[in-house]
Nanobody, 124 residues
Framework: QVQLVESGGGLVQAGGSLRLSCAAS????????MGWFRQAPGKEREFVAA????????YYADSVKGRFTISRNNALKMVYLQMNSLKSDDTADYYC?????????????????WGQGTQVTVSS
């Protein structure tokens, strides 16, 4: 069982930056691939980024590639999402997710544990 708690959301102007953090509980954190997803009002949850258990493989949605960076610290049981050059389209609730596999995947249905989410609002 893994519990996930996100933090770092807030209000930022377009072009600004935010760093989201996700703290995980439980043992063997490195055994879990981690992902970030987001859901805007009235829209379906969508994939943002994912990272393998070791951190050696990272994947991004085309919409955030070059602007967002996912990283993890297995010793601290943390995963991060650095978001730069934010746009109004990035406004959403952001969720951290864990998958019981070291291999990262894109689909939300491939993840087993979810955090409560943190809200990101980008003003134009």
């Amino acid at each position: 069982q893994v519990q996930l708690v996100e933090s770092g959301g807030g209000l930022v102007q377009a072009g600004g930056s935010l760093r989201l953090s996700c703290a995980a509980s439980g043992r063997t954190f490195s055994s879990y691939a981690m992902g970030w997803f987001r859901q805007a009002p009235g829209k379906e949850r969508e994939f943002v980024a994912a990272i393998s258990g070791s951190g050696g493989s990272r994947y991004y949605a085309d919409s955030v590639k070059g602007r967002f960076t996912i990283s993890r610290n297995n010793a601290l049981k943390m995963v991060y999402l650095q978001m730069n050059s934010l746009k109004s389209d990035d406004t959403a609730d952001y969720y951290c997710a864990a998958r019981e596999s070291v291999t990262a995947r894109y689909g939300a249905n491939r993840y087993d544990y979810w955090g409560q989410g943190t809200q990101v609002t980008v003003s134009s």
